[in-house]
């Protein structure tokens, strides 16, 4: 029997419905408040709440507790505890009270921190986030937290986020007041961030070490068929990922994840699942609970889900696109342009305000999304190059563009769009048209960020965007503030056209995969930032770094941890490929390569022995081609081996990943080409893994 979807949806949270249920009147209002307005959350109101959800949770089968948060690792981190509470006559309580539900004591020193905390300094807190809800899963009651040291510093993404929704909601508010928008209490920035994956079958995955320590392909000759049909895309769903994804979509419903679409991505065995729009704090919470839960689904189907940038060589990458806008408690999206966008002021100046931030800070939005996986992607196929740029569509351009020659717009009216056949029907056209080129592209309402890789936390790019964006409109601000009302407008009208004019060098509408695009970028000085050593090496600029510790979202040692940590991350998971490759190389392929050239010789003195005459030419050119390649891996593992203990040496970090990225990575993209064009050559019976044909369409 179908499930009933609405009963089903958001059964495992402790949401807005059950609280009004479980809470007193008073202690719910409190808890409201602390909510939507911030404000300091009492203990009595703690423990209120406490006890009602230890209620609910064990009416839903829990027996354990958990504050679930997100150390600097992209993974999530939980430590169970249960809600038993010996009585002294040898019976228990089942107990759980405010404070155990507003601090948790993990230990901080196991985590990465950057320098922050030495090994012996382990003490740490996690503290209650009472805007995310608590959910139940695996028999436990997951609470929402920070993450921070015995000292205070953040060690998790959370903090800083939350810290950057605040500096966004309190510049915001302060420049409506200016325009004249006195009825909006409060601004908070929303996100609905779509993931692409891919599923490969379970068995095959654990037979290629590169997928299970690296989690993609070190090596492998490209399959007789890839992407180049193009009929992946949307192609109907096979049973066995349709099951899937039903599966998926119910146990992310329970969790109140409101995922919404899902289909085929471009890529074979790669697929797409998009939520609805959320608060940027609890659209992180779900994506990390999403990622997780794609896990564990596939597991149960046999399968394994790919969150890896770049799985397979040659075919898409997986991103995650990133849906940005900002939307007031009065239900107003403030980057809706509306019927008439040239007549909308506060669409404008908060439109325009985002075109600077994203010129301002494009090398923090760059380096948000930086990773070794990424680096993969970026300007590959489908995936927006390493320029940051912003994609506006025909209609807003003219828009700024009769701002800055203070002309007035006429518009193109409402535009219906006729296919010409007379069954279908007349719609409207929308006033963009989509650029899948485009790193930051505005889509109606909202700007898809498409550089963020499909693996990382999506907290990192949405604290940039949500800072970056709080400076402009404190500028904004320090420049209209003062301004009388019947100045106002044309005051606003001058800081638009001096805005446009100063900043549309990141406006580009066109191809971004163009050399042509290249060229132009590096002539209007626009980063091009392709290697995450590069990007990061700006992260402690004096601009960026005046930007978030002056927006209170990072002090400076916890900047610099960060610093240290993405360069650490980078060398690690190099390294890690590195080794990997060797291992394969040196234990898997060249034995099979051996044992298939004996094959071969076998085969040749064979025809010998019964026709002596014969040619075994054929024999002869596998043979020599395959002893090239032999020798050529041999000595290519050499410089490997070299090159990697060369970046391990090195006593900078900075200098260690640069040597990973400039020296390293290319004695890996060598090796691979020799490898490739062998595993081409052997039966894959002689192969010790699964090619690239059985992984990508074995489902």
Same mark, same amino acid.
């Given at each position: 029997m179908a499930q009933n979807i609405p009963e089903l949806y958001g059964s495992l949270v402790f949401n807005d419905k059950i609280m009004r249920t479980k809470l007193p009147k008073d202690m719910y209002k409190a808890l409201k408040k602390t909510i939507q307005n911030g404000s300091h959350l009492e203990l009595d109101v703690a423990n209120s709440v406490a006890v009602a959800m230890k209620e609910w949770a064990i009416e839903n089968g829990a027996t354990h507790y958990t504050h679930w948060f997100q150390p600097m690792t992209n993974f999530t981190a939980e430590k169970h505890d249960s809600f038993i509470s010996p009585t002294g006559d040898g019976q228990i309580i089942m107990d759980f009270s405010g404070k155990e539900l507003v601090k948790g004591e993990p230990d901080a020193s196991s985590f990465p921190s950057g320098g922050l905390r030495a090994t012996f300094e382990a003490r740490g807190y996690t503290a209650w986030d009472p805007t995310s809800p608590a959910f139940i899963k695996d028999r436990t009651l997951y609470i929402p937290t920070a993450f921070c040291s015995y000292s205070g510093e953040a060690l998790d993404k959370k903090t800083p986020l939350l810290r950057s929704m605040d500096a966004l909601n309190t510049q915001a508010l302060k420049l409506l007041r200016i325009l004249g928008n006195t009825e909006v209490r409060h601004v908070t920035t929303t996100v609905g961030p779509e993931q692409e994956y891919f599923l490969v079958d379970k068995e095959l995955y654990n037979q290629r070490k590169d997928l299970i320590f690296c989690g993609r392909t070190l090596i492998g000759a490209p399959a007789p068929k890839g992407q180049e049909m193009e009929d992946h895309y949307f192609g109907t769903l096979k049973p066995r990922i349709s099951s899937y994804m039903h599966d998926l979509d119910e146990e992310l419903w329970k969790l109140g994840i409101p995922a919404k679409t899902k289909h085929n991505e471009v890529a074979p065995a790669q697929h797409e699942l998009a939520p609805v729009f959320d608060t940027t704090n609890v659209s992180v919470d779900h994506n990390q609970l999403t990622m997780e839960i794609m896990k564990k689904v596939a597991d149960k189907h046999g399968m394994v889900c790919l969150l890896h940038e770049k799985p397979f060589e040659g075919i898409n990458g997986s991103? *995650?696109?990133? $849906?940005?806008?900002?939307?007031?408690?009065?239900?107003?999206?403030?980057?809706?342009?509306?019927?008439?966008?040239? @007549?909308? &002021?506060?669409?404008?100046?908060?439109?325009?305000?985002?075109?600077?931030?994203?010129?301002?800070?494009?090398?923090?939005?760059?380096?948000?999304?930086?990773?070794?996986?990424?680096?993969?992607?970026?300007?590959? $196929?489908?995936?927006?190059?390493?320029?940051?740029?912003?994609?506006?569509?025909?209609?807003?351009?003219?828009?700024?563009?009769? %701002?800055?020659?203070?002309?007035?717009?006429?518009?193109?009216?409402?535009?219906?769009?006729?296919?010409?056949?007379?069954?279908?029907?007349?719609?409207?056209?929308?006033?963009?048209?989509?650029?899948?080129?485009?790193?930051?592209?505005?889509?109606?309402?909202?700007? @898809?960020?498409?550089?963020?890789?499909?693996?990382?936390?999506?907290?990192?790019? $949405?604290?940039?965007?949500?800072?970056?964006?709080?400076?402009?409109?404190?500028?904004?601000?320090?420049?209209?503030?003062?301004?009388?009302?019947?100045? %106002?407008?044309?005051?606003? =009208? *001058?800081?638009?056209?001096?805005?446009?004019?100063?900043?549309?060098?990141?406006?580009?509408?066109?191809?971004?995969?163009?050399?042509?695009?290249?060229?132009?970028?590096?002539?209007?000085?626009?980063?091009?930032?392709?290697?995450?050593?590069?990007?990061?090496?700006?992260?402690?600029?004096?601009?960026?770094?005046?930007?978030?510790?002056? =927006?209170?979202?990072?002090?400076?040692?916890?900047?610099?941890?960060?610093?240290? %940590?993405?360069?650490?991350?980078? %060398?690690?998971?190099? =390294?890690?490929?590195? $080794?990997?490759?060797?291992?394969?190389?040196?234990?898997?392929?060249?034995?099979?390569?051996?044992?298939?050239?004996?094959?071969?010789?076998?085969?040749?003195?064979?025809?010998?022995?019964?026709?002596?005459?014969?040619?075994?030419?054929?024999?002869?050119?596998?043979?020599?081609?395959?002893?090239?390649?032999?020798?050529?891996?041999?000595?290519?593992?050499?410089?490997?081996?070299?090159?990697?203990?060369?970046?391990?040496?090195?006593?900078?970090?900075?200098?260690?990943?640069?040597?990973?990225?400039? &020296?390293?990575?290319?004695?890996?993209?060598?090796?691979?080409?020799?490898?490739?064009?062998?595993?081409?050559?052997?039966?894959?019976? &002689?192969?010790?893994?699964?090619?690239?044909?059985?992984?990508?369409?074995?489902?």
């Open positions: 991103g *995650k696109h990133n $849906n940005w806008s900002m939307s007031t408690d009065t239900g107003v999206n403030l980057l809706d342009p509306g019927k008439t966008p040239a @007549e909308n &002021i506060q669409f404008l100046v908060f439109l325009t305000a985002v075109i600077k931030a994203v010129d301002d800070y494009a090398d923090l939005l760059r380096i948000s999304v930086a990773s070794a996986g990424n680096d993969h992607r970026l300007g590959a $196929n489908e995936a927006p190059p390493a320029i940051v740029s912003i994609f506006l569509g025909d209609e807003l351009m003219e828009v700024l563009s009769s %701002i800055e020659k203070d002309e007035f717009f006429t518009g193109h009216g409402v535009v219906q769009m006729d296919i010409g056949a007379k069954v279908l029907p007349h719609f409207v056209k929308d006033n963009t048209d989509r650029n899948r080129t485009s790193p930051f592209a505005f889509t109606g309402n909202k700007f @898809e960020f498409r550089m963020l890789g499909s693996s990382s936390s999506v907290a990192s790019p $949405n604290i940039i965007l949500n800072t970056a964006v709080a400076e402009v409109l404190r500028q904004f601000a320090n420049t209209l503030e003062g301004v009388s009302a019947g100045e %106002i407008n044309h005051a606003v =009208h *001058k800081l638009l056209k001096e805005t446009i004019t100063a900043h549309k060098r990141i406006i580009f509408n066109g191809n971004g995969y163009t050399d042509e695009w290249v060229e132009e970028a590096q002539r209007r000085g626009l980063y091009n930032l392709k290697a995450t050593p590069d990007a990061l090496e700006m992260f402690i600029s004096p601009k960026n770094e005046a930007l978030l510790t002056g =927006h209170n979202i990072f002090t400076k040692g916890e900047l610099y941890s960060r610093y240290e %940590i993405k360069l650490e991350n980078y %060398i690690k998971t190099l =390294h890690i490929e590195s $080794n990997t490759m060797a291992e394969i190389i040196r234990k898997d392929l060249l034995p099979s390569i051996t044992q298939y050239m004996e094959q071969v010789a076998r085969t040749a003195s064979l025809k010998k022995s019964v026709i002596p005459d014969i040619s075994v030419s054929c024999e002869a050119a596998v043979l020599t081609k395959l002893t090239s390649l032999s020798e050529a891996m041999t000595a290519g593992l050499d410089a490997l081996k070299r090159d990697t203990d060369t970046a391990e040496g090195c006593t900078d970090i900075l200098s260690s990943a640069k040597t990973y990225e400039s &020296i390293v990575l290319s004695d890996m993209e060598n090796l691979r080409k020799s490898a490739d064009e062998a595993e081409a050559m052997l039966p894959e019976n &002689i192969l010790p893994y699964p090619t690239y044909g059985r992984l990508l369409f074995s489902i």
